[in-house]
């Protein structure tokens, strides 16, 4: 198996957080709307989901947008004060050339979130965000040594996982109180399905897939691939979900992601 330095010694499901934002007409009643993680390079974190989740449109504003998210620093308990909330200072909506050679946007957008004024902030948002790879060739050497060894990706060989906030199947709610104060709370849910091919070149696809309910609300979640070694079970950021059915789902690859950070550091 290719080494992979970038591993989690447990699944890192604290890295998920719902996207939450609030209109201009209704600061005070935050609504959510997908799914999104913490990932780190270096010292530096971020905020990455799926770019449908932020906007349904591509001539709509994706700025203004992102700034009504309303992510909280403590996931848990009641929010009130803009303090309570993460602020971002830049955002990344990437393009790639297309076979007509014209650019698209690809399904995912990167925050950058500011330096958060309290330490203990900054050491939380550490401690829960995943480690991004430096390139994604890993997993496709890891899913080379697949079809060598099962032939081809037929839904039984390799096994991943995805973990999120559905809007059905868990108690994760927003509730207001008479004080306008938000009060969030969260259960992830997780789901196993097959690794298959893909059905565009930045995208690969899980079959036979463990979740029950409406897959509505588990775009932008992360996806890890996981396996033991001599030091128990580990986990790595495999990719990102996009879109899906419950008898297939598909997510961006890893190698796109990590292409992107690669181009922003270089």
Not at 55 to 63: A, G, L, P, Y
Not at 72 to 101: A, L, R, V
Not at 139 to 161: R, Y
Request: contains cysteine; charged residues 20%; aromatic residues 12%.
């Amino acid at each position: 198996m290719t080494k992979i330095s970038f591993l989690h010694s447990g699944l890192p499901k604290d890295c998920t957080f719902p996207i939450i934002s609030t209109l201009e007409s209704a600061e005070n009643y935050p609504f959510r709307h997908g799914t999104g993680f913490f990932a780190k390079r270096g010292r530096d974190i971020y905020f990455i989901t799926a770019r449908h989740c932020l906007i349904k449109h591509t001539n709509e504003n994706i700025d203004k947008l992102a700034s009504r998210l309303a992510i909280p620093y403590i996931p848990h308990g009641y929010k009130h004060e803009k303090s309570d909330y993460i602020q971002f200072s830049d955002i990344y909506s990437p393009k790639q050339k297309q076979n007509n050679s014209q650019e698209e946007y690809i399904d995912f957008v990167v925050l950058k979130i500011s330096n958060p004024s309290k330490s203990k902030h900054l050491k939380t948002l550490l401690s829960r965000s995943v480690k991004i790879p430096p390139t994604g060739d890993w997993l496709d050497s890891f899913i080379s040594i697949g079809q060598e060894k099962f032939g081809v990706l037929d839904g039984k060989s390799i096994k991943l996982l995805c973990i999120g906030y559905p809007y059905d199947g868990t108690i994760t709610n927003i509730t207001i109180d008479d004080n306008e104060r938000a009060n969030i709370l969260l259960q992830p849910a997780t789901f196993i399905g097959y690794l298959e091919e893909g059905i565009d070149w930045n995208l690969l696809s899980l079959s036979k897939i463990t979740w029950e309910c409406e897959l509505n609300g588990f775009s932008g979640s992360p996806v890890f691939i996981s396996f033991k070694n001599e030091n128990g079970r580990q986990f790595a950021l495999s990719g990102m979900l996009v879109m899906g059915t419950n008898s297939k789902v598909h997510f961006i690859k890893v190698s796109v992601i990590s292409r992107f950070f690669q181009e922003l550091y270089s």
